[in-house]
């Protein structure tokens, strides 16, 4: 390839790049629609086959949606702007903390032979086996201990905690290659005459890494952070495929649709929980996975590209041997005038339409979880309060046939008391649902659970009616009903 192909390759890599960035601080206000609380569809009306029919999200790619929606009615494309700054953000923050521990590591290893033989052994041991298989193995087991998987939203203290577990083993898992990488480096240039003179005179070993190790690897630097941001984003994607990712979800109830009790949903959209998600619908809704798949994919391939002209500028000095300095290139200057202009505008007249953080407890899991008396066994209840809130969406739908399944007695027709009184009241729409809300242990030594349920009644206030389970499975009995409401009080 000629040089001025090579040239016209590395402005086009860094327009891309640029424009990366400009997706990544920028994404919350380029979204074409909000992706709010109150912003979440149930029904919308539509034509098929000429008939106008009510029809419940995820919709497919549209003019309206051009990527399609969740099954909140969240539009997708929405969804990745907004969590392109936290994809790639974590992304980032993983590969600046390695180089940060990785260089200096390795400058020092290679430049005096001290510490030589740990690094290398300790690369070995990292990349002996795909770092995938470690990850996964200790992050979804932290998870499940977390209640990660039940749904907690992301200011909830245990996903910032997993979080920071994710972080530290990222980059634990990336930096003594990299530190043997250039220690490598530095062990080539150390051997060089003017390293050599260097030492002679009396430097010392931070003079000599500073003052000449650093200046002749800033390139290598350069070119070493996008490569290792690229591995990062792998990494991010590969555990995204197995159900591990940051930044917290929501669980959204899925009824009579599906076997599965509920399903988790970035309220951010990070790329990594939206994978995650969409991977369980790749044989009925593709563009749920397509989507983040395709987002995450175009940024790797825009920094792969960037990395690739970056390393042909490095091979070729005529590529920019005479070249303007960039603040003396009026091209440049007014391209990055533009840009900036264009970013200060998207600032000051479109609306950042990024969600508010919510409050950190969900509609069932880990938040009712939490308030089991002390002792209780908090991993075989984690599904308890789903199960109890599956149950009472099955009375309001007047199927006593199917609410039985979690009831502990012999199958009928007919629900017993109190449950005839409590499908009279919700079926006939007075009545409504809420949520599970907490569940405590049974009082005098009996063995189970008592779960508490929100229901508002027809004057819009919360009554508070009661499952009484039967260890953690099965609802042996309940308690109060319309116009009898009995709070738990803590024992």
């Not at 083993?169 to 051997?191: E, I, T, Y």
């Not at 002679?200 to 996008?226: K, M, N």
Request: with cysteine.
């Amino acid at each position: 390839m000629t040089l001025k192909g090579m040239r016209f390759q590395y402005g086009l890599a860094w327009t891309l790049l640029l424009l990366l960035v400009v997706v990544t601080l920028f994404g919350s206000y380029l979204m074409p629609s909000a992706i709010g609380e109150s912003d979440k569809i149930q029904l919308a009306e539509q034509v098929i086959d000429g008939k106008k029919q009510l029809v419940a999200p995820p919709f497919a790619p549209s003019g309206e949606h051009w990527l399609g929606t969740d099954h909140r009615g969240y539009d997708m494309l929405s969804l990745l702007l907004n969590g392109a700054k936290y994809s790639i953000g974590f992304g980032l923050l993983v590969t600046a903390a390695r180089f940060l521990l990785a260089v200096p590591l390795g400058l020092y290893s290679g430049a005096t032979g001290r510490l030589r033989g740990v690094v290398r052994v300790l690369q070995i041991v990292t990349t002996s086996v795909p770092a995938v298989l470690i990850l996964f193995t200790a992050l979804y087991q932290l998870a499940g201990m977390l209640y990660i998987n039940m749904g907690l939203l992301p200011n909830d203290p245990r996903v910032q905690f997993f979080e920071l577990a994710v972080f530290i083993m990222l980059v634990g898992a990336g930096v003594f290659p990299l530190a043997d990488q250039f220690a490598d480096r530095a062990k080539f240039f150390s051997d060089k005459e003017f390293i050599s003179a260097s030492r002679t005179l009396g430097a010392s070993t931070s003079r000599i890494v500073w003052r000449h190790l650093v200046p002749h690897l800033r390139p290598e630097l350069l070119y070493g952070f996008v490569t290792e941001l690229v591995q990062v984003m792998f990494l991010i994607g590969q555990l995204a495929v197995l159900s591990v990712f940051v930044g917290g979800s929501e669980p959204f109830h899925l009824g009579e649709k599906t076997h599965i009790d509920f399903i988790l949903l970035s309220t951010t959209g990070e790329w990594g929980a939206l994978i995650a998600y969409g991977i369980k619908y790749i044989n009925s809704y593709q563009w749920l996975v397509a989507a983040p798949c395709a987002f995450l994919a175009v940024s790797v391939l825009i920094l792969s590209f960037f990395a690739h002209t970056l390393q042909q500028r490095l091979e070729h000095p005529g590529f920019y041997r005479q070249q303007k300095k960039v603040w003396r290139n009026k091209r440049a200057v007014a391209a990055a005038g533009v840009v900036v202009a264009g970013c200060l505008v998207l600032v000051l007249l479109a609306p950042n339409k990024a969600p508010e953080a919510a409050a950190a407890n969900g509609e069932f899991g880990a938040s009712a979880v939490d308030q089991v008396i002390t002792g209780a066994n908090k991993q075989s209840l984690a599904s308890t309060p789903v199960k109890a809130g599956e149950f009472m969406k099955y009375l309001e739908q007047n199927r006593w046939d199917y609410a039985q399944a979690a009831f502990f007695a012999t199958p009928s027709n007919k629900p017993p008391q109190p449950f005839d009184r409590w499908v009279e009241a919700l079926a006939s729409g007075k009545y409504k649902f809420l949520k599970a809300e907490r569940m405590f242990k049974r009082a005098n030594g009996q063995v189970g659970y008592e779960v508490e349920l929100q229901v508002q009644n027809p004057e819009g206030q919360v009554e508070i009616w009661v499952l009484e389970m039967l260890g953690s499975e099965r609802i042996q009995s309940g308690k109060g009903g319309p116009g009898e409401s009995v709070p738990i009080v803590l024992r």
